[in-house]
């Protein structure tokens, strides 16, 4: 088998023309914000970060789809071809130089091809742009509190609210953002190890006891996002969800005021002494 050069510069445009395609296309079963039922797709994103990582996971997927496919065609070929019916005088070929250079240079060139995205979204999502507002979110057995520095720093928890809808998802106290802003998470671990994340902002970061971890959304529209605690951390693991309210500005603002009131006397410590860190 053997591949010019011309296909396969024609094959990895291909590859690319694809993966554009099934990237601006619209994903199946996903909700803004939140999972939802016999969902296969990522969620619908709301950050281009989120954006981003659309994107590549698509790419990929095209890419090894083909990959796939082309392998199974070789097989294929051989199966039929060289089987000892068909063909009852084997090659005595043990050699072929291009060839050979050919399936080496060509995997080294895909994966070229695929560390460039790759690393400029790495660089992304670490490298945290100047930001408007820092929001310091803590992983707690089991809720999160979570802490704003810039305005008037109060503090408050977090917890499952299991009136609330979505199940499992909602709760009493919604961390809330403005919209379209670089907003900065601080997040550190209290107790164990949690994880911060947020599938529909691309976000996910341990919550390390006794460590400052930095991660980074701009939410592209208003509404309710919703995420999980993605590190075992015990047995209400399960029951620590996000919860994050993406407001205008204006209504951000209106919204410090009565929380600076309302968690005057700082929500923080109430739950995490009376629990203490058991399993
Ligand atoms: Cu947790």
Not at 55 to 75: C, D, E, K, P
Not at 136 to 143: I, S, V
Not at 147 to 160: R, T, V
Not at 164 to 192: C, F, H, S, W, Y
């Amino acid at each position: 088998m053997r591949m010019s050069k011309g296909r396969v510069g024609r094959h990895l445009l291909g590859l690319a023309v694809a993966g554009l395609t099934l990237a601006t296309g619209s994903a199946a079963f996903a909700e803004l914000g939140q999972p939802a039922p016999w969902e296969w797709t990522l969620q619908q994103s709301g950050s281009p970060v989120m954006d981003n990582i659309v994107w590549f996971h698509n790419f990929l997927f095209v890419l090894i789809a083909l990959i796939t496919l082309f392998v199974l065609a070789l097989l294929v070929v051989v199966v039929i071809k060289f089987n000892a019916r068909a063909n009852p005088v084997p090659s005595r070929t043990t050699h072929n130089t291009l060839i050979e250079v050919a399936w080496t240079l060509v995997p080294v060139l895909i994966l070229v091809g695929i560390s460039v995205p790759s690393f400029r979204l790495l660089f992304l999502e670490l490298d945290v742009p100047k930001a408007d507002l820092t929001i310091k979110a803590t992983g707690k057995q089991w809720y999160w509190s979570y802490a704003y520095p810039d305005n008037g720093k109060f503090e408050f928890d977090s917890l499952m609210a299991q009136d609330k809808q979505p199940r499992l998802l909602g709760v009493d106290n919604e961390m809330v953002v403005p919209v379209n802003k670089v907003i900065r998470v601080q997040v550190t671990g209290a107790d164990v190890i949690h994880a911060f994340a947020l599938p529909a902002f691309g976000v996910k970061i341990d919550a390390i006891p006794g460590r400052l971890n930095e991660t980074w959304f701009k939410a592209a529209k208003t509404g309710m996002f919703y995420g999980q605690c993605s590190e075992l951390c015990g047995k209400d693991h399960a029951f620590m969800p996000i919860a994050i309210r993406v407001v205008e500005d204006k209504e951000f603002a209106s919204w410090v005021e009565t929380a600076k009131k309302k968690f005057a006397s700082g929500g923080t410590g109430t739950y995490a002494s009376a629990a203490g860190p058991t399993q």
